[in-house]
Every structure is written in structure tokens, then in C-alpha cells.
């Protein structure tokens, strides 16, 4: 049964539909200080209780004047006003100007009454005597930044769904916003599993390797917006994978097992999958190089997925899969992957019927930029390391030719 399941393989965007598809959204939320959200997605849309700025601003050094006063004026017939003051910062401007007059003024410091305009410092010339020459004509509102220009009193700052970036947080502080409220990061328990597995800080035996899947792939998880319960490495066999699945599913929204994946008779990926409760497996294999041997399924209406154990293949995968499988529970807009368009420079084979992912070294020359692919078997973490991006070889194309432009999904 399993292998008919196996070969019934589905490109990534069919199985994620099929995957993804009556997984509701997470609904854990808490409140954050604003300042800590950087990368947190919105649970509630803020609105501002304020206009910004709440007063006119200047958004040039210079003098606010009177538009009127500077109609005409030219570098050959220059406007003469009288400087009667100067603005201070941090200050409401309660000193006004009449017909003929003009306040210095900095950026960012509050228009003066009678003022509506801000002639820039590079168009006037200081005579002495407090007049000055004013080379250019400004119209009423220039180089001024009106009251609710930047954000209207109660408009809505950012949307349910957006992920907060350094520029949101500024904004939010500055209509007075210190708390959000935030979408709980979805928590991930990862089970490694096989008898040749050992912790990184142990010796391996002959015959044994370190567990590095489980920190590569928690790293990888946390940096799309998820939390990892690590669950330890389960030998091979069933009641040990189970015990901790089980565990790992009880505690977290997302079940994550690295490693019998492939079909044998030690594979208990499966069977595991389908123990933890309805409808368990629901696909098994999936068209792409690395990772086609990946389990997908869910169980108690949450996700559950069998990543090969290689380490490559694993890390592509969990690219593929993991990260629109966190935004779709967080309720993120799609995300648009860093992308850099690079020559091939070779031929890069590959079958009908799958996609390949390809790992690429970036290279500068006088001609182009050069996506250079690193070969490797799927246990070969070192190609990941040395390599700057991921470029994916289409469906059914038959592999690409060298000096064709690509498209190189960067690494973050």
C-alpha cells in the first residue's frame, strides 16, 4: 500500500493545496510591546488615535514665510523680507510673521502662524542686518508637511495578517502605538529518528553519525516565524517514534519526523502517521530531487510531515513545505522570496515528471552575474554550506542550458 502511494507522486503546488486545505488558522494571540514585535504577524489592525504629524511641519532648513511675499522673486530680482526670528525646536511656534517677513526655521520644527510656506536655505542669501534675499518663488504649502499627511486620525496603520518590519515598528511608537497584538508563533515539535543518530556533542561510534537535521531544521523553522519543541531521537522502532510523536502532536501545532521516509521495511514513518489519528497519511511522495520520498498528512486537524533524512534533501524540502505551511497558519500574505536573476554557467539535466532543486554558488564577472550549480548527493550538508541560493529546475523543462538566465532563490 504504501509504495502504490509512494509513486502516485504530486508536484509541491499540488500537494500543498491538497495539504494545506482545511487547516484552520492559528488562534493563540498575545500582546507585545511594540518595540519587541520586529517579524511578529498582526492579530489586530492598529488604527491611530491621532493625525501625523499633529501639527505643520517644515521639511526643509530654511525660512517659513508668507507665499505671497516670495511670488516673482528670482536669482536677478530677488524678494527682500526681514528676518524678524527663529523658530525653536521642540517648541510651539507662537511667534507670527506679517507681509514682509520671514522666521528661520528648521526641519522638522512647527510652521509659525501667518506663515504657509517654507523657502529652502539653498535659495536665500543673508544680506546682515536681519534682511534677506530670497532667489526663487515658493507656493503656498511647499517644503510644509501638513497636519495628518503622513497618517490620519483613526485611519488603519497596518493589516491583520502583516508581518512587522523595522519601518512598522517606527511608525506604531510614533502614533503612540507601545502594545500589539500579535499572532502566537505556530509551535513545530521535530522528532529525529534512526539508530545511527547520536547528539552533536557526543562521539559517534562506526557506523554512527550526529543528529543534525533536528538544529538545522529548528533554525530554519524559527527564522519563518515558528517555535521549535525539540522531542529527542526515537530508534527504530515503533513504540519509541510513537511515544514521542504522540507527545511531539499533543504539545504543538505541527508534527515534524526526520527520516524513514524512504521505502523499507524500517519505514515507520507511515504507520506512525496514521496511529496519531485521522485521516493520517495523505500523500507520499512528492516530484522533486531532492525530498521525493517526503510523507505529508495530518492528524487531530494538524499538520503532520515525514522528511527524508538527508540533510539536504530535508532542508529544501522543509523550504518548500514548512514555510508556506507556517504563513498559511498565520494568516501572512504570500511571501515574495528574495530573487536574483544569474547565468547559468552549466548545464543543468534533469528528468520529466519532477522539479529539481539545485544549489548555486553566485559569481561576479565583467560579463554577468553567474549562478554556478553545486552537484552532491542529498547527505552532503556542505553543498548547502558553500552554496548562496536555491534554483529550482521547472517541471517536465528537461533541465536548463548553460548562459540561460535563471532565477536564484537566495538563502536569508
Not at 79 to 102: D, F, H, K, T
Not at 216 to 227: N, R, S, T, Y
Not at 310 to 335: E, K
Not at 381 to 392: H, M, N, Q, R, W
Request: hydrophobic share 45%.
Amino acid at each position: 500500500m504504501v509504495q502504490s502511494e509512494f509513486f502516485r507522486l504530486l508536484p509541491v503546488s499540488e500537494a500543498l493545496t491538497l495539504w494545506l486545505d482545511g487547516l484552520p488558522r492559528m488562534e493563540r494571540c498575545e500582546h507585545l510591546p511594540t518595540a519587541r514585535a520586529l517579524g511578529r504577524v498582526l492579530a489586530e489592525a492598529p488604527r491611530s488615535a491621532l493625525a501625523l504629524p499633529q501639527f505643520p511641519r517644515s521639511a526643509m532648513d530654511g525660512y517659513a514665510v508668507r507665499a505671497e511675499d516670495t511670488y516673482g522673486a528670482s536669482p536677478n530680482l530677488p524678494a527682500y523680507l526681514r528676518v524678524v526670528g527663529r523658530v525653536p525646536m521642540g517648541q510651539a511656534a507662537s511667534q507670527s510673521i506679517s507681509s514682509g517677513e520671514a522666521l528661520e526655521i528648521a526641519t522638522g520644527a512647527m510652521l509659525p502662524p501667518g506663515a504657509s510656506a517654507v523657502v529652502m536655505v539653498e535659495k536665500t542669501q543673508d544680506i546682515g542686518g536681519g534682511d534677506l534675499e530670497v532667489h526663487g518663488p515658493v507656493a503656498p504649502g511647499e517644503n510644509v508637511v501638513q497636519v495628518g499627511e503622513d497618517v490620519a486620525e483613526g485611519a488603519e496603520i497596518l493589516p491583520v495578517g502583516h508581518t512587522l518590519r523595522p519601518q512598522d515598528l517606527g511608525g506604531l511608537l510614533a502614533c503612540g502605538i507601545t502594545e500589539v497584538k500579535v499572532i502566537a508563533r505556530p509551535r513545530l515539535a521535530l522528532v529525529g529518528s534512526g539508530d545511527e543518530l547520536v547528539a552533536p556533542d557526543q562521539q559517534p561510534a562506526p557506523g554512527q553519525i550526529r543528529d543534525i537535521n533536528s538544529y538545522v531544521l529548528a533554525a530554519l523553522f524559527e527564522q519563518m516565524g515558528g517555535e521549535v519543541l525539540h522531542m529527542g531521537i526515537a530508534r527504530d522502532d515503533f513504540d519509541d517514534l510513537y511515544q514521542r510523536a504522540a507527545n511531539g502532536l499533543a504539545q504543538a501545532d505541527v508534527l515534524v519526523l526526520t527520516a524513514g521516509s524512504s521505502i523499507s521495511t524500517r519505514d515507520l514513518t507511515s504507520a506512525v502517521i496514521n496511529k496519531l489519528g485521522a485521516p493520517g497519511v495523505i500523500q507520499h511522495g512528492l516530484a522533486v530531487k531532492p525530498g521525493k520520498p517526503t510523507i505529508l498528512g495530518r492528524s487531530e486537524g494538524k499538520a503532520v510531515i515525514g522528511l527524508p533524512g538527508n540533510p539536504v534533501s530535508a532542508y529544501c524540502v522543509a523550504r518548500r513545505m514548512i514555510g508556506p505551511l507556517i504563513r498559511h497558519l498565520l494568516g501572512q500574505r504570500p511571501r515574495h522570496a528574495a530573487i536574483l536573476s544569474a547565468r547559468l554557467s552549466a548545464n543543468v539535466p534533469s528528468k520529466a515528471g519532477r522539479e529539481d532543486t539545485i544549489p548555486v554558488k553566485l559569481t561576479h564577472d565583467e560579463r554577468s552575474l553567474w549562478a554556478t550549480p553545486l552537484f552532491g548527493k542529498s547527505n552532503l550538508i556542505f553543498t548547502l554550506i558553500e552554496a548562496d541560493g536555491l534554483l529550482t529546475v521547472p517541471l517536465n523543462s528537461g533541465g536548463l542550458l548553460a548562459e540561460s538566465l535563471v532565477d536564484v532563490e537566495l538563502f536569508a
